[in-house]
């Protein structure tokens, strides 16, 4: 059986209306699920028992599972064991603006990025919309906390789960929905051209990063098997189309990985590629795990990355580091989890 949490409000509407009952009924229940927060459909007041009951027959309720928290300072990450007895991360992490939380958006990627937990072990599946509504409602409750920030970066490739992912931006963008600005939502790429093209025409400001983590070809087709799909050149040339149609600055990831991608001459070359891009580089320290043989660059040569960067005129920050005393590599405690 689907869940509520799939539908969109127009969805419900549609519901509503096909059942002969009245659109406004839609908001109705929208309501009870995401500001009153109902566990059950029983605790529904104003629809009719006639309709509550076809909605029961058509849509669960039900929550997921979390079986494990691990937590360190200002980071929570959350197990989520899913109704097929799959396994899915959240991170929360709390920053001075809010809590921000980093959903997944698959079970598993096979996008398969060689520094990347989640990329070691394949896609088994597409989230659902209301897999990924439930990690943020979920935490939420948990703790009594309001989520501010929303970024899909946790585990899979978003773009590869384009039609869920919209439908998850519309419920928590609503104002009847999580009410998350869509100003304060991002989502990550590792650059699928078509979808980047696609993305630039949906109507919600929602942010655009992109995974890059190389500036040039040779050193990116090493890392990144989608680089050989669909290149730098491509990649650019889309968020040049992206840049144009929204006037929203996009963000380039760069993993630093030692004596790998961390070159001097590599930060002078990322200064090249973006040289006039509405941009800045998010740099972001690695997360070693047991699996992968990449290691985090050290401090001193990350900040003279960043000082190369900045002298030729770059915007960029160097992502705070989270979870040093857990299992902070995106995929990893899922992983843990089905590899004991």
Known sequence: MNSIYDLTLEDMEKFFLDNNSKKFHALQLFGWLYEKRVNSYDEITNISHEMIDKIKNNYSIERLKIVDIQEDIDVC??????????????????????????????????MGCKFCESGRRKKVRNLKTSEMVLQILMIEELLKERISHVVVMGIGEPFDNYDNLINFFKIINHPKGLAIGARHITVSTCGIVPKIYEFSEFPLQINLAISLHA????????????????????????????????????????????????????????????????????????????????????TIQIMRFYDILKKNSVNVTIRKEFGSKISAACGQLRSKKEEL
Request: glycine content about 4%; overall charge neutral.
């Open 77 to 110: 990450k959350y197990l989520f064991e899913l109704f097929d007895g799959e396994h899915i991360e959240a991170v929360l992490m709390r920053h001075d603006y809010g809590n921000s939380i980093c959903v997944s958006s698959q079970v598993g990627c096979n």
């Open 215 to 298: 500036p040039n070809n040779e050193i990116r087709n090493k890392i990144m098997p989608i680089n050989k799909v669909y290149n730098i050149e491509e990649v650019m040339k889309a968020i040049k189309v992206y840049l144009k149609k929204t006037n929203r600055r996009v963000t380039f990831e760069y993993i630093l990985l030692k004596g790998f991608n961390d070159s001097d001459e590599c930060a002078l070359e990322l200064a090249k590629l973006v040289k006039n891009v509405n941009c800045y580089i998010n740099l972001i320290p690695y997360n070693e795990t047991n699996n992968i043989d990449f290691h985090r660059t050290n």
